[in-house]
C-alpha cells in the first residue's frame, strides 16, 4: 500500500473520532441541561423557578426584538423605557418589563390583549419556545404560531435574538445544590 493512502486513512479516523467525541459531549451536556431543568421545573416543585425564570426572559427578549423592529419601521419614534407587568400563566405570575416608545403606539404582540386571561394554548406555546429552542426550524414555527405580525426577516430576527438568550440561559451558573447525573 501507499504511504500517502495510509496516512489519508488515518487522518480521516482522526476526524471521525473527534466528530464523534463532540457529538457525544453536546448530546451529554444537553441531556444534563435537560435533566437539570427537568429537576427545577418538575410540577412537584409549585412556583417551578427555573422555568419561570426562563420564561421571562424569552418574552422580554421577544418583545425587545419586536421593538427593535417597530423602531426600525416608525424612524420618528424613540425607545422610551419599560413598563412592568405581571402575566398570570399556569407557572406561576411571570413578572414582566413590557417596553413601550415615546409615542406609545407599540404594543408587543407576544403578549395576550389586555385584559384576557392566558389560556392553555398561549402557556402550550411558551412551553414549546423552551422545547423547541434545540432547533431553528421548529423555533421559527412556533413564532409563526404565535402569530406575531412580521416578515420572514422580521421572525428571522426574532429567532436570532431568542437562540442568543436560550444560549446564555443555558450557559448561566446552576445553584450550588443543583447537580445532574449521567447514567
Known amino acids: 500500500m501507499c504511504p500517502l493512502y495510509n496516512e489519508n486513512i488515518m487522518k480521516i479516523r482522526r476526524r471521525t473520532i473527534a466528530i464523534e467525541k463532540d457529538i457525544i459531549f453536546e448530546t451529554a451536556k444537553n441531556m444534563a441541561i435537560e435533566q437539570v431543568l427537568n429537576m427545577y421545573c418538575s410540577p412537584d416543585v409549585p412556583n417551578r423557578p427555573a422555568l419561570k425564570q426562563l420564561l421571562e426572559h424569552l418574552l422580554n427578549c421577544i418583545m425587545l426584538s419586536e421593538r427593535r423592529i417597530y423602531l426600525e419601521k416608525n424612524q420618528n419614534d ?92 443555558k450557559q448561566r451558573e446552576l445553584p450550588e445544590n443543583a447537580f445532574a447525573t449521567l447514567n
Open 78 to 169: 424613540k425607545g422610551n423605557g419599560f413598563y412592568k407587568r405581571m402575566l398570570g400563566t399556569p407557572v406561576g405570575n411571570l413578572e414582566l418589563s413590557v417596553p413601550r416608545t415615546r409615542t406609545s403606539n407599540f404594543r408587543p404582540s407576544v403578549l395576550p390583549r389586555p385584559y384576557k386571561r392566558v389560556d392553555p394554548s398561549y402557556t402550550d406555546l411558551l412551553m414549546s419556545l423552551v422545547a423547541n429552542g434545540y432547533s431553528e426550524s421548529l423555533l421559527i414555527q412556533t413564532l409563526k404560531n404565535l402569530d406575531l405580525p412580521y416578515s420572514e426577516e422580521e421572525i428571522s430576527k426574532i429567532k436570532n435574538d431568542l437562540k442568543n438568550e436560550l444560549q446564555l440561559f
